[in-house]
Nanobody, 130 residues
Framework: VNVVESGGGLVQPGGSLTLSCSAS?????????VAWFRQDSGKPYEGLSC??????????DYASSVKDRFTISRDDVQNVVNLRMSRLTPEDTARYFC?????????????????????WGQGTQVTVFS
């Protein structure tokens, strides 16, 4: 496992959480595209957001379901990729995964596909409950 997610937990509806993705082996996120996915109860992975490598403009992209609530960012000093989630609802309950891609597929076209990313973490659980 080369990427490790953290920051999940329990939160009430309307609340916020920030998930972090760190590298457990020696690589720098800025050279790769990184995406966040989630999966709930055996459903297909849902692509949420991605950020492209720095030498291709740090393009970011979001799924329409989270576009106005989630923000992806990369901290090149800390070498982490964060996903800030706000206005959470019970429908956001899922296991969230950070994934590194070896080819830049984060092109700002609203398409974040699990088949475009290869290096998956083990995920962190987010539960939104009232």
């Amino acid at each position: 496992v080369n990427v490790v997610e953290s920051g999940g937990g329990l939160v009430q509806p309307g609340g916020s959480l920030t998930l972090s993705c760190s590298a457990s082996t020696a690589f720098e996120f800025r050279y790769f595209s990184v995406a966040w996915f989630r999966q709930d109860s055996g459903k297909p992975y849902e692509g949420l957001s991605c950020i492209g490598p720095y030498d291709e403009g740090d393009t970011v992209d979001y799924a329409s379901s989270v576009k106005d609530r989630f923000t992806i960012s990369r901290d090149d000093v800390q070498n982490v990729v964060n996903l800030r989630m706000s206005r959470l609802t019970p429908e956001d309950t899922a296991r969230y995964f950070c994934v590194r891609g070896f080819f830049n597929r984060c092109l700002g076209k609203g398409s974040i596909l699990s088949s475009d990313y290869a290096d998956w973490g083990q995920g962190t659980q987010v539960t939104v409950f009232s």
